[in-house]
């Protein structure tokens, strides 16, 4: 894997992209822009996608031209209309919409169509060869390929036997359609590359109606110039591809051709991003679904608490390169704490509870104090939280023996709960084997949280939940689902299947306070001290579950800082 990056905190001027369709603009070469994303339908969307939606649909939003979606659906076996469905959802979330929907399938009549024109162009040829003969001739990088005994079949022979191809009477992998290029060329994508090869599959829209199928290079090509995209906008591993994309549309001597633009594609620590190993692990059921909280599909982030807003600042962030790079998954966590900081009410949760009483607390009594939802957001006002003699706070806020600096509650010291009152902590109840169940405290009536008790400090100030009027609630606490910061570098005669996180899910059974509970799949909050929660759809009323988005510590914070400082 490549080294780590650390982009620009804030990425200064335009990147290359924006340079280029900029200048296409001020010179005339184009008076409007049109781009396309072009998923291919066999898996859901990743935070990969993400940043080309954001680069194609941004770029012509920002400079009043359109984006349309196209699903490159040439390949009749790994398709589904499932994989459709969430694309456009998913499209959708982010933010953004397509000027026109379309499906490379649609265009199977006009590319045959320029098939057969290739052929009577001399330019195109149909090839007996297997694939293995056509893999034995091709060369090397450093030897050139040999011709194919059929290259020079005249265009009429070659027309019969193309229109007999796709009337299905030659087996798969009997012939194939070839662009006649160069078989020296030093880019092997060029020597006499097929542009269709023979399959007799079902195809989730044109049915039956087709046995012979476009190659990827060729189809891309002519879909972008039939739809009228100026700037075609593909990653890194396609640079080598921009000859045989302009060939196709100067061998038909096409006007007004796209232009083919590559930007590195996005890899993160701790993350694979192919839909191949992304659907591995959906299949062999690694996580629960597509959509499982700790897939970095965009299902699985939307329903982990991400927000648009923060994929597309992430988006921004990492700004557009030519050479591959790794973003620290950091930055992407970084963002979403950004935005849900700024966004998310607060609330006071306990996921792993121990009981304090406070027995100087009246019995019955139950006392409603003011807390600030959002202290980001004067707006967002404030609400009453129930105090009563029986709480609950988290069992790490307790210690019997205290390590150095401990702020939080132990025998004999004393800790603000959040919005209330100072307690002391007085007695210790065990059970017989010695388990921590109760902690006796006394509070001080004097101390209390936004009046004049305000004014008495102690070092700590930890959250809790009263007993009585808490909710039970499901937190699922999420951890990267690899250990290794490149999952795919497994060690000798192991897969990269070995460096899942056997831990990336814990689920805990809590309670929260009522203002958290009752909003809808996908709305989020702060617990405080804990971090960012979103409501997962599989919580019921009584019963809410959350998934935690990320943790409040920011890891990506301090990477900066050291970036800067070094
Ligand atoms: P995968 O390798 O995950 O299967 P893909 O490239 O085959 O991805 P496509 O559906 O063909 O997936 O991709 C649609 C568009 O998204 C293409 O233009 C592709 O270049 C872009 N894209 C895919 N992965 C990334 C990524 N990691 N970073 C940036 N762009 C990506
Ligand atoms: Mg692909």
């Known amino acids: 894997m490549e080294e780590t990056t650390t982009p620009a905190p804030e990425t200064a001027g335009k990147d290359f992209i924006r340079e280029i369709v900029e200048d296409d603009l001020a010179t005339g070469k184009h008076a409007k822009i049109t781009t396309r994303f072009p998923p291919e339908p066999n898996g859901y969307l990743h935070i990969g996608h993400a940043k080309s939606i954001c680069l194609n649909f941004g770029v012509a939003k920002e400079y009043g031209g359109t984006c349309n979606l196209r699903y490159d659906d040439t390949n009749p076996l790994k398709e589904d209309v499932e994989y459709v469905d969430a694309i456009e959802a998913d499209v959708r979330w982010l933010g953004f919409d397509w000027h026109g929907k379309y499906y490379a399938s649609d265009y199977f009549g006009r590319l045959y169509d320029f098939a ?140 007004s051709r796209p232009r083919q633009i590559e930007f590195a594609r996005l890899n993160l620590t701790y993350t694979l991003l192919s839909k191949r190993r992304l659907l591995h692990l959906v299949t062999g059921g690694h996580v629960r679904g597509w959509d499982d909280p700790r897939m970095p599909t965009i299902a699985g982030l939307r329903r982990r608490g991400f927000t648009p807003e923060a994929i597309r600042d992430f988006a921004e962030r990492i700004g557009l390169a030519k050479r591959d790079s790794v973003v620290d998954v950091a930055l992407l966590e970084h963002c979403l704490r950004e935005d849900l900081n700024r966004r998310a009410p607060r609330g006071m949760a306990v996921i792993d509870p121990v009981k304090v009483v406070l027995t100087n607390w009246p019995e019955g009594k139950v006392e409603e104090l003011e807390a ?51 307690v002391k902590c007085e007695e210790v109840v065990k059970d017989a084997s010695g388990n921590v169940v ?129």
């Open 116 to 255: 057969e024109e290739l052929i009577r162009r001399g330019k195109a040829f149909v090839c007996d060869l297997s694939a293995d003969e056509v893999r034995a001739t091709r060369g090397t990088l450093t030897e050139p390929g040999r011709n194919s005994p059929y290259r020079d079949r005249s265009p009429e022979e070659n027309l019969d036997l193309f229109r007999r191809m796709r009337a299905g009477e030659f087996a798969d992998g009997s012939r194939t359609l070839r662009a006649k290029i160069d078989m020296a060329s030093p880019n092997i994508n060029l020597r006499d590359p097929a542009l269709y090869r023979i399959r007799k599959a079902h195809h989730h829209r044109t049915g039956d109606a087709w046995c012979i199928y476009p190659m990827y290079d060729y189809a891309h090509a002519l879909s972008d110039w039939i739809e009228g995209i100026t700037h075609s906008l593909c990653t890194l591993e396609f640079e080598d591809h921009r000859p045989l994309y302009d060939w196709c549309l100067l061998a038909l001597g096409l006007e």
């Open 372 to 422: 600030v939802n959002n202290p980001e957001d004067p707006a967002a006002g404030t609400r009453k939280v129930a105090f009563s003699r029986e709480l609950l706070i988290e069992r790490d806020d307790f210690r019997e023996v205290p390590p150095p600096k401990y702020h939080r509650l132990f025998p004999g010291s004393e800790v603000r709960l959040r919005w209330g009152y100072i």
């Open 438 to 566: 109760e902690l006796l405290c006394t509070y001080d009536p004097t101390s209390k949280s936004g009046e004049a008790g305000a004014a008495r400090k102690v070092k700590g100030t930890i959250h809790w939940v009263s007993a009585a009027h808490a909710v039970p609630a499901e937190v699922r606490l999420y951890d990267r689902l690899f250990t290794k910061e490149d999952p795919n570098d497994a060690p000798e005669g192991q897969d990269w299947l070995t460096n899942l996180n056997p831990a990336s899910l814990e689920v805990r059974q809590g309670f929260v306070e009522p203002a958290l509970v009752g909003a809808a799949p996908g709305a989020f909050f702060q617990f405080e001290r804990l971090g960012y929660f979103s409501v997962d759809p599989d919580g019921t009323p009584g019963k809410p579950v959350f998934n935690r988005a990320v943790g409040l510590r920011d890891t990506w914070a301090k990477i900066e800082k050291k970036g800067r400082t070094a």
